[in-house]
């Protein structure tokens, strides 16, 4: 089984994946790391150079590969529910985990980072509640549990972990 974490940018899949998987020993995945190192260039110079059309296709291929694996922790691009076939293939090969926070916290945490393409233009709260609101069908398709992002991480690892793991007290809670 792996586990999925999915959400918006900004929402901290990153910094919990890394978490998660030294908690339990699964390989970590990072979908837009992997893609930049295969693609030996940044995601904004992939989506400067080829569009945002070639970059999915780089993201199907990707989680299409990795739902054939077990064991990991696979810190997905906010926008790899915009494809049905990335959620079919999530959802049959583990927990698809949706990090949920307010536009206003995701705001804060994005508003300084040049990283992402789709925020560059800098859309400030408002452009964030917008793209939150086109993407929230996708998203709650998408998920089989869904945490609250807004408190720390050791937080969220632990409710993940409650949350993901019937395996009883194996892994138990961080601290
Ligand atoms: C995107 C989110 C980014 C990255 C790309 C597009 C999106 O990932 O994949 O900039 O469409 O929401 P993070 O969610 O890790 O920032």
Redesign the pocket.
């Known amino acids: 089984m792996n586990i999925y974490l999915i959400g ?3 929402v901290g ?2 910094t919990v994946a890394k978490m998660l998987s030294d908690k339990l020993d699964f390989e970590l995945i990072d979908t ?1 790391i992997e893609i930049e190192k295969r693609e030996n260039r940044s ?1 904004n110079e992939i989506f400067s150079q080829n569009g945002e059309e070639y970059f999915r296709e780089k993201e199907k291929e990707l989680i299409e590969e990795l739902s054939k694996k077990d064991n990991m922790i696979i810190s997905c ?3 790899i529910i915009k494809s049905d076939v990335n959620i079919a293939n999530m959802k049959k090969s583990g927990s698809v985990v949706l990090l949920e926070a307010s536009p206003e916290i995701i705001y804060n945490r994005v508003k300084d980072d040049n990283n ?3 925020l560059v233009s800098n859309p400030g709260i408002e452009g964030i509640k917008k793209l939150m609101k086109e993407r929230e069908e996708s998203y709650n398709k998408a998920f089989t549990h869904k945490v609250d992002a807004s408190k720390t991480p050791v937080q969220v690892v632990n409710d993940i972990i409650t949350a993901t793991l019937t395996l009883g007290d194996e892994f138990g809670n961080i601290n």
């Open positions: 918006f940018m900004g899949k990153s837009d995601i691009g906010g926008g992402r393409p789709l």
